[in-house]
């Protein structure tokens, strides 16, 4: 079984919230809801710095769901409509979610909420309908700083992939969307201590994020 998931180099991530705007347009996600949100972590003030300015850091951390090894959300679905597919991915039947809302409050990082319209929990499908035909996630196409990639856990993250970039606007789009870079070829040098994951409750959460020379709080 694949362990697919999403790398974000925060180093490179601007905050710029296109990923989010990407989301939501190829999967119709309604106003109000988000399937990824960008928080801004910071300013902080630099170790042994004086916490003025320019002694400062921040950086974006977008979060989204986790695509869990162990999904609390699963565990606790009354009709198995939050389930795990082949691909790793944690996926949402809405012909089986009858809105109980229990996944919801299991989830440790907030990610899913109730479709008011449908009556159904909604999230990140990492775009399920786009990677089953060999197509990138749609936030991970849409980032202009080449901060995210997407992969199988199981190959690396070196074999991560992500657009190449191209400057000929002649190139036509389908074209565009089928060259690839990979984030071993493309992000600066880090090592296993640059690599950081969402609080683990023992539910393994899978993406990751890379943060070099900063402070990691994504566990506060």
């Known amino acids: 079984m694949a362990r697919y998931a999403i790398v974000t180099d925060l ?48 950086y974006f951390l977008p979060i989204q769901c986790q695509h869990c090894e162990d999904p609390e959300c699963v565990k606790v679905c009354p009709t198995q409509a939050s389930h795990v597919t082949e691909d790793g991915t944690v996926q949402i039947d809405k012909d089986k979610c009858i809105g109980c809302q229990f996944c919801a409050m299991a ?71 089928q060259n690839r870079t990979t984030l071993g070829e493309w992000v600066e040098p880090f090592t296993e201590a640059d690599v950081y994951h969402l609080t683990d409750t023992g539910n393994g959460p899978k993406h990751c994020y890379i943060l070099r020379n900063r402070k990691w709080q994504g566990e506060e």
């Open 11 to 58: 180093n490179r991530c601007v905050g710029c919230q296109a990923c989010s705007a990407a989301c939501k347009t190829i999967n119709g996600v309604m106003p109000g809801d988000f399937w990824i949100k960008t928080l801004r972590i910071g300013p902080t003030p630099k170790e042994g710095g004086s916490g003025d300015w320019p002694d400062v850091e921040m």
């Open 107 to 177: 989830c440790p990082y907030g990610v899913r909420y109730l479709n008011e319209e449908e009556r159904v929990v909604e999230k990140c499908t990492l775009c399920q309908q786009r990677t089953a035909q060999g197509e990138l996630p749609q936030c991970v196409a849409q980032c202009g700083s080449r901060a995210r990639f997407f992969g199988d856990l199981d190959e690396g993250l070196e074999s991560f992939q992500a657009l190449a970039p191209t400057h000929d606007l002649a190139t036509p789009y389908e074209e565009m969307m």
